[in-house]
């Protein structure tokens, strides 16, 4: 299952997944596309069985903020957006806890992990100047293995309380502890708390004030001190970057880090992703790139590939969503270049070419796209592909390729009279999909 993981239509961002049974959740805001502003009304829940993480099924709805066609809101003081939720376990009941922009935040309650949830609360404390005033901005929580329970939350600056466990909204009076992740450097704390334990060392992954990165910090304590370890990926790396929000996950005997992309030319519409990550024996987590794996191991180059799992987009080119079934690498201008991280290309070690094959959406416009491997600058260009202004079948003979490898299309115009700077900065075509043939 490649990056995005999820369908190509979903838009679930700040992803949070947790392993109940014999399935992976995720708990996450719900984006749409198009949209002017982050986030919904509402919260979906998608998970897939463990053994098989290419079959992802929606839930539906799990909590509403406001009235839909199908549903009742479930909250009565407030029509604010929904935004990054989080949901923990506890002697069988799953509770979700919710963040209602700008609003008090509270906590729902459902005997299954996939809801719906049911309200069971607003939070109650007894915090004098609490920092955001009851809302608990991008809520985490963490069950200890003793059954103590605690809640991390911050936005420019962070903060944690303990939960009663017999209420799971009530925080415990002197619990609440402010800057648990400094806002200074090394740390720079800017939102998204997750915490997660692994062994006896308490992690938390968040958000710093370089929007597009997930960092982390450790401790041998829930409460702290927190020591900065580094950063897990950044979304911006050679892509549109933004605000990135995530955690990490062990499904079988692999850490995967969970975290979301933009789409639609905006950061208001993103989509979530998977990287497989390390735990090293000292605690660190080496910082990975960004691909289109996803779930899996290598691409299949002989099977389609989508246009939209790319994960290098350099130039003005961005991947926007035409209609449900349509996504396309749009603006696409001379120089721009679109990377897919890994394929495997096999073993087959005879001599030859293959054909490469491409479907795009023809603009009016001639010219080239040129064929690499590995990167542009140090890699090895295996053949170029000729557009016209009106085909939307492209076809080319490149070079026979083995073993695994990055793949970068890069686009060039034919055009070489004269002209505007503007004019030779117009979209050559949108890119849908491709495939290679032996």
């Not at 903060?159 to 009530?170: G, N, Q, S, V």
């Not at 968040?206 to 990165?213: A, K, V």
């Not at 290098?312 to 897919?340: A, H, P, Q, Y």
């Not at 991280?341 to 491409?358: I, L």
Request: net charge negative.
């Amino acid at each position: 299952m490649a990056n995005p993981y999820l369908p190509s239509w979903e838009y679930v961002p700040d992803g949070e997944p947790r392993v109940f049974g014999d399935r992976i959740y995720v708990y996450g805001s719900h984006d749409r596309a198009d949209s002017e502003s982050f986030c919904d009304h509402k919260l979906k829940v998608w998970s897939a069985p463990l053994n098989n993480l290419e079959e992802w099924v929606c839930h539906g709805d799990a909590f509403h903020s406001e009235s839909d066609r199908d549903h009742a809101s479930d909250v009565d003081w407030t029509d604010a957006y929904l935004y990054a939720p989080d949901v923990v376990e506890k002697e069988g009941k799953y509770y979700l806890y919710v963040y209602l922009v700008d609003a008090k935040g509270c906590v729902a309650v459902s005997d299954r992990p996939e809801g719906p949830f049911r309200l069971l609360s607003r939070y109650e404390y007894n915090i004098p100047d609490h920092y955001d005033n009851g809302t608990f901005i991008d809520p985490g929580v963490l069950v200890d293995d003793d059954g103590r329970v605690y809640l991390y939350c911050g936005y420019q600056g962070s903060y944690l309380c303990e939960i009663d466990p017999d209420t799971m909204y009530r925080v415990i009076d002197g619990s609440y502890q402010e800057n648990i992740i400094p806002v200074e450097e090394p740390f720079a704390f800017f939102e998204a708390c997750s915490p997660r334990k692994v062994g006896d060392t308490y992690y938390l992954i968040y958000s710093p004030q370089i929007g597009s990165r997930l960092a982390y910090a450790t401790s041998n304590s829930p409460t702290g001190p927190f020591t900065y370890r580094g950063y897990i990926i950044d979304n911006g790396v050679d892509f549109p970057g933004g605000n990135n929000h995530g955690s990490i996950c062990q499904i079988g005997d692999q850490w995967y880090i969970f975290y979301h992309r933009m789409t639609n030319g905006t950061i208001m519409s993103r989509r979530g992703c998977v990287e497989r990550i390390e735990i090293l024996p000292d605690g660190t987590i080496p910082t990975v790139e960004m691909t289109s794996l996803g779930f899996a191991s290598a691409l299949n180059p002989y099977r389609i590939t989508n246009a939209d799992t790319a994960c290098v987009l350099k130039g003005d080119c961005m991947i926007t969503e035409l209609d449900t079934f349509t996504r396309v690498i749009t603006n696409i201008t001379s120089g721009s270049v679109m990377g897919w991280k890994y394929f495997d290309f096999g073993e087959d070690d005879t001599q030859g070419t293959m054909v490469f094959e491409a479907n795009v959406l023809p603009r009016g416009c001639h010219g080239t796209i040129h064929v690499y491997i590995d990167s542009i600058e140090e890699g090895t260009e295996i053949g170029t592909v000729a557009f016209d202004r009106s085909s939307s079948l492209l076809r080319g003979v490149v070079r026979l390729v083995t073993g695994r490898h990055a793949l970068y299309l890069v686009a060039e115009a034919g055009y070489t009279g004269w002209a505007k700077e503007s004019f030779m900065k117009r979209p050559l075509f949108d890119l849908t999909a491709f495939v290679f043939r032996k």
